[in-house]
């Protein structure tokens, strides 16, 4: 059945980078939109960014914009996002998640058809 599972999460010191990956073991991740969600300690969980099935203009939230980077291997049939300059905040389990073939309604969530199982990212000096 479809599954997401993601990797690549870790303990990095701020300023760090990471590189979160996503894939759905024998299926395709090519013909749906594609979002990452994390949940930090306490706190409900958040859209962090999204990338639609036409691989569009990405959606970025406000406190991540210019330091995350979403992106899809069509080839490799994975989704990735790219962690530049993590800060202490941005410390969370993030989540990949699929939905319909655009972006738009992403940050409630019911946009949401299937989650990963998430990946902990660590920011600590």
């Known amino acids: 059945h479809f599954q997401l599972v993601e990797s690549g999460g870790g303990l990095v010191q701020p300023g760090g980078s990471l590189r979160l990956s996503c894939a759905a073991p024998?299926?395709?991740?090519?013909?749906?939109?594609i979002a990452w969600y994390r949940q930090a300690p306490g706190k409900e969980r958040e859209g962090v960014s999204c990338?639609?099935?036409?691989?569009?203009?990405?959606v970025y939230e406000n406190s991540v914009q210019g330091r995350f980077a979403i992106s899809r291997d069509r080839g490799e049939n994975t989704a990735h996002l790219e962690m530049n300059n993590l800060k202490v905040e941005d410390t969370a389990v993030y989540y990949c998640?699929?939905?319909?073939?655009?972006?738009?309604?992403?940050?409630?969530?019911?946009?949401?058809?299937?989650w990963g199982r998430g990946t902990l990212v660590t920011v600590s000096s």
């Open positions: 998640a699929v939905g319909s073939l655009y972006c738009s309604g992403y940050r409630s969530q019911q946009w949401v058809n299937y």
């Open positions: 024998g299926y395709t991740l090519n013909d749906k939109a």
């Open positions: 990338l639609g099935s036409a691989d569009d203009t990405p």
